[in-house]
Nanobody, 112 residues
Framework: VQLVESGGGSVQPGGSLRLSCVAT????????MNWWRQAPEKEREFVAA???????NYASSVKGRFTISRDNAKDSMYLEMNSLKPDDTAIYYC????????WGQGTQVTVS
């Protein structure tokens, strides 16, 4: 599975961004898809997950501010991020749980 993220950028605190993740080159993620993030000098941390049936799970730090969604027909996943804080600054990665797992290349989100 080949994953490509987009939608990152710079935003002021309180602002919003929408990240996208697409499975490209005809690949398809059949299992759950996740968003993870990694801030400078910190370990990569779980953000949110969505299963093919639409069930979701969120890290407590983003619950109520972020919304994960998925369009199976388009092999795409999204992360709507609202009320952004400086602590949300990180590289955001898309992950597919098929096989031993697949990662995208990441997209930078900066809140300042």
């Amino acid at each position: 599975v080949q994953l490509v993220e987009s939608g990152g950028g710079s935003v002021q605190p309180g602002g919003s961004l929408r990240l996208s993740c697409v499975a490209t080159r005809g690949t398809h993620c059949a299992s759950d898809m996740n968003w993870w993030r990694q801030a400078p000098e910190k370990e990569r941390e779980f953000v949110a997950a969505i299963w093919p049936d639409g069930m979701t799970n969120y890290a407590s730090s983003v619950k109520g501010r972020f919304t994960i969604s998925r369009d199976n027909a388009k092999d795409s996943m999204y992360l709507e991020m609202n009320s952004l804080k400086p602590d949300d600054t990180a590289i955001y990665y898309c992950f597919c749980s098929d096989d031993s797992g697949y990662w995208g290349q990441g997209t930078q989100v900066t809140v300042s």
